[in-house]
Every structure is written in structure tokens, then in C-alpha cells.
């Protein structure tokens, strides 16, 4: 047997491999890495020949882009026949063949109906899909890069911030076309220089292009931008891929492999652009890779020709249309912001959190189906509107707090939420009647519902989550009430003079209004209260899931991560909404999640404080302070508020449970250890200074994860010091008469 030439003989000398690239002729690598279809490439066609792409897009059931759209879309096109494949449906062939049949005379068969996609691939999301077109390889001349950074975009919409004011708006209500609206042309390559110039110092894949070529296809659409002279253009945008794009670009325009950073990238980006926009761009492309085509094929393949079609191709997935799940077309921008959630953003920290996420966003699509849920509210609830939008589909003041409690009102509700809870559990194959059920969906619901509180520095909230899975806020008397066919509980909605009024205002108001009627002993109230306050408390970790480890029975004063007693989340907002104290808590906290988080920060889920609260002689409770500054309630302090509101029968328990530790703990107690004497305290706190001393002085110090651990272990040294400060100093005993003189003093 004969070893192919284009091959390395096993055993070679593996230098002979970097000869052939010294002189041209190809690696081994290269050899078996050409691009898919570069080796029976035919020259690029001229626009003009691609008019019939155009003709057989614009029959296509899923293709929903106007001619002059589709015109720009597929003018980079290298292999037309492969697209042209695509982009006649099966459908309209069948129609042909019958026609041309029963033209001789022959009996036409039943026409045999299939997916309106046809042979067009599928970009599904949480809620539709795009139809795309696979181009084998197009030309990246005519792509350019978004105007905003796509993982920025994605945070807008999903991690319930904004941007700042002067950041365009990517919009699209048409379906598969985006749209932005810029004062002047020189806006938009400003915009896009931005970008090229963040991809060139942060990414670097030239190498890889030139030698193997992009592996990964670029997704591109179509966008329309409007001026405000009036006049509007038609770009092509890499919505995915765009580092790829700026890496081929730096081989385009002999950057390569260099070393950017912020300073120097700017000049290379204004190059990269001003190509990106020359009118003669696409010709130039051309040009270039039918030139290194005929060169390859006149002689032979070496590195330079394969670098320069490596570098000016690549594969990408043209939008033609976008949908949602049933098939209807849908917004532009619902789909791509989903796109973009979907490869940034997923929730991925814990196994099978995005099946879960997925199960609850397919659920509100099934009940939107069923015509138990109004689309504008499955929108607000999957977090892709805002604003004054949001309270309008939702009644409700836009704000984390009422979105996460809308989520769960909606699914355990008496109307939309049976389809919901059931489709939940078909997803994930529950079974709805299990009694772990409930805890499951709490759980699923919950990760769900972190699309709310997401940012750029807090992806994960596994104790939130399993707070829920614990119970929650969700109280026996709400399920108890889903059980007779009734809402679990349901929330107040604005008035419709408030739904445009500024949030923290609409907020403001709607929640004294509750706690006035809670007060007043309303049990629709009080079920609110108890859901929106008990998420507080959730949500900033004063209240977290029961755990036998957090019980103390035996100390009197708090203990740091330890509870006076056992109690799931449920029972602790049980207990909470039934008493003056425990529903000042609830309603503070909430209070203070509004108040001290007003506007959209970047982290929704830190920042407000869980009040302290003590009761005065005359039974009012008021919020503790200390130096004038209000105290953090530990989740301690919440469970000593709610034991005055459990049961009887669960307060007398726990009491005879707490004697008998505090017997058995002063029997072992009686005579002081040296664990407890005041030198051991000095010792340890003289090695945290040491430890911290230490790590200062490190040429390489250690870094907290995140800024709420470093918060964290301030808030504990905190207490420390103000624990210090409640030991006791002794006086030293007095011998003989004080009032003696010395000798000295004689």
C-alpha cells in the first residue's frame, strides 16, 4: 500500500512538516483542515447571479424577509446551488412535478404536506425558533459586527438591569429583521468600532483561522438602520461569532497574532471598520478569493492560498425568519434577545438548572396556547419586558420583588396555573400527584425566577433556591386553598392612573396600602404580605432552608448561622404574619428592598437591609439601632420575632425541648475551660490579625470571590467587636484601706 503524498509517513521526521510550511507548500495540519467545500469551490458569483435565491426565498413558507432584504442577505454567498437546495421547499417541488404529470396526461398523486420549514435548519429558544440558512461559506466582507456588545445586550433584557442612558436600543418588531435608530451614519461606525476594538484586545483566534479556518458558524441578520434625516440602510450583523470576525479581520489586514491592548487596538478597529463599510468591499472579497482559487488551481494549494480563503470565508446561518413555538412570526428582537440569553447567560451551575428553566418557560407558552394566559403577561413573566410595559401587562410596579412574586402567583394559581404545573411536570417527566411535588416545583419555579435578580457578578443563588424547595413563603393555608380549587393567593394591581407613574413611587404606595389592610386583618393581605415580605427575607439570606445543624437551644443571646429552634420557611411566615411584630418585619424588609434598591443596580439581590427589630413595653415594635445607624437582623433574630406567632402546641414543645439541653449543658458547665477564659479570646483574635497582617504584606494577595464575602466577614468582625464589648470588665479586688497613703506619698 502506498502512503498518499498529502500525508506524513508515521515516523518522519516531524521537522520535514515545518520545512513544507517554510516554502509554501502545505502542513500536515492543513492538509486535513481545508474548510468545508473549499476544495470544490467554484468562483464566487456576481450579485446579479444570485437573483434566483431571492426568487425561490420569496415562496418559501418560513422565509418572512422582503426581497431587498433577502438581496442583502445573500450577497456574500459562495455557494449558491447549496443554498439554493435549502431554499426551495419540498412542497413547491411536489406542486411542480404534479403540474408537469398531469400535463402528459398522467394521474397525480395526494400531495403530502411536510414542516413549513421545509429543509431550512432551526434556531429554537425558550419560546420560538429562527429559520435559518446554512451558507457553507460566505464572505465576511460583508458582515459586520452588532453596534452594542451582544453579552451586554443580554443582561439589559435578562438580568432585569438597564443600561446607560446614552446605549442605543436594538428593536425589531418586523419578524427577522432587527432595527436601531442613530442620529447619522458616523453614529453607527462609531458604535461599531466600539466593538471591533473590545473583540481585538480581548480575543485572538488569527492563527487558528488562517490555519484551519472558522469552525464554528457565524449567525447573522439582517438590520435596519434609520437616521434621523429619514433616510434608513441595511447592514448585515453577526449576532454570534463576532470575536471570530474580528480575528478573521486581523488576518485580512496583516494585524495577526499581535498584541493589543486598549491604546493600541483603537486604530487597527478604525481600519477593520472603514474596510467593513468601503463600498467596494464586497468586490475586493471577490476578487481576492477567486484570484487564490485560480492560482490553486493552476499550480497547487499552499499556505498562502489556503490562508486567504481561510480568512476571507467562513460558514454562517442566515436568519430568514423568526417564530414562536406555534409557528406564528414573532418580533425580531424576542427572539434574538432569547438567542443571546440562551449561549451567554444560561443558568448552568447546577445540574439540569437550564432544563428546569426551559420546562417553566415552555409551560407559560402552553397556557399562553390554551387561552389561559395573555401573551403581553408570559412576556413579563419570562423577563423580556420593562418599565412602564411591564406594569401595564403585569398591574404591578416594576421591580424584582413584584416579578418574582407574579411568577409564583401565576403558578399557583386556579386558572392558567393547572396547564402550567402540568406541563412543568410532563417536561421533566414528575409525577404531579408525588407528595415531593409541591417542593419540586417551588425549586423549578425558583430557578426560574433568577432571571431577576441576575448580574454581571451573581449568576447562582443556591440558597434562594433552596429556601424554596424548603417551602418558602408558600404557607399550609395557601395550598390548602390551591387544594379547593382557589388561588394559592393573589397580589394587588395598580390602579390604571398608576401603571405609567415612576416605580419606586407606584411601589411605594401599593405596599403601605397593603400593610394598612394587613393590619386591618384582611387574610387576602396578610397571604401577600407573607409571600412578598418572606422572598425578602429569602432572597437577602435571612431566612434560608431548615437544617438541624442551625439549632441552638442552649444559648440565650444570638448566635451567629444558628436559630433558637428548628422550623422550615413556611412555619417562620406563618408565625411572622400573625403577629404585630412579625408583619412589621415582613413589611419593613420589603420596604427596604424597594427603598434602598430603587432603580436597577447591578445586583438586585444585595444592597437592602433585614431590619432588627425589638418590641417596646407597650408591645409596638420598633427597628434597633445602634449609634443612630439601624441593626441587620441575623436569621436568629427573625425566628425569636416569630416565636411568639407559632402555635401553642409548637411553642410548648420547643420550651421542654430547650430545658432539657439547658439542663444537660449546666451540668458539663460548671467550671470555666481555658476555651472560654479571656486569654484564649486574645489568642485568637491577636492570629486573625497576624493572618490579615500576613496576606497584606503578600506580594501576591489572596482576593475575595465577591464583594458580598468580603461584606460578609465585615459584618461578622462587626459583631465581634460589639460582642467584646458586652464581657465584662471585673473590678480588682480591694485589700486593706484604699485611702491609706504610701510611703512615699507619706
Known sequence: MTIPPLFLAPGGDPEDDAAQSAVGRLTTEQNASFATGLLDMEPVPVPSALKELTAAAAGHPSVVLDPETLQALFAGTT???????????????????????????????????????????????????????????????????????????????????????????????????????????????????????????????????????????????????????????????????????????????GIGTKKLTTATAGPHAEKIVGRMFAHDAMATSRRAVNEALSTARATDWTAREVGILHSHLAPVRLVVGTFSRTGNPCDATQWFTEHLTQIHLRTRSWSGGSDKEKAVADALTAAVRAGKLAQPLANALAGRLHGAEFSRATGLPYHPAFARAALFETVLSADAGPHIRSAIAEYLSLDPNDKDFPSKLLEITAIFSTRYLRSDTKMVFPNMVHTWANGGPITRQMWNRLGAGEHAFTLTRLRDEQLDNDPLKSATQLVDHLRRRAEDGDPAARAELAVLGGDALIVAEALSRDRGSKEDLVSTAPVDKKTPYRSRPPGIVAALVEILAGRFLLGQTLVNWITQVPGHPADFSRGFTVPKVTIELDGTPVIATTHGLPDRASEWDVFAIAEPGLPTRRRKEIQERRDVARRAADKTSNTPTKSTSIEALQTAIGGVQQTLRRILASSTPPGFADAAQQEELQQLLYKISLDVGKVPVLAAPVSGDPYALTEDED
Open 79 to 253: 455557494h449558491s446551488d447549496e443554498l439554493l437546495d435549502q431554499l426551495v421547499h419540498p412542497d413547491a417541488m411536489a406542486e411542480q412535478l404534479d403540474k408537469a404529470r398531469s400535463g402528459r396526461g398522467r394521474r397525480t398523486r395526494t400531495k403530502r404536506r411536510i414542516s413549513p420549514l421545509g429543509r431550512l435548519a432551526k434556531l429554537s429558544t425558550d419560546t420560538g425558533y429562527a429559520a435559518v440558512v446554512n451558507s457553507p461559506l460566505h464572505q465576511v466582507a460583508g458582515i459586520k459586527v452588532l453596534p452594542v456588545n451582544p453579552r451586554f445586550l443580554a443582561e439589559i433584557r435578562h438580568a432585569f438591569t438597564n443600561g446607560h442612558a446614552t446605549d442605543p436600543t436594538i428593536e425589531g418588531t418586523t419578524p427577522g429583521l432587527l432595527e436601531i435608530r442613530l442620529p447619522a451614519r458616523q453614529d453607527l461606525v462609531d458604535l461599531i468600532t466600539t466593538t471591533v476594538a473590545h473583540h481585538l484586545v480581548d480575543y485572538d483566534w488569527s492563527d487558528s483561522i488562517a490555519r484551519t479556518g472558522v469552525q464554528e458558524p457565524l449567525t447573522c441578520m439582517t438590520m435596519r438602520v434609520h437616521y434621523d434625516d429619514g433616510t434608513s440602510e441595511l447592514v448585515i450583523v453577526a449576532i454570534d461569532g463576532q470575536s471570530r470576525l474580528a480575528s478573521a479581520w486581523r488576518n485580512l489586514l
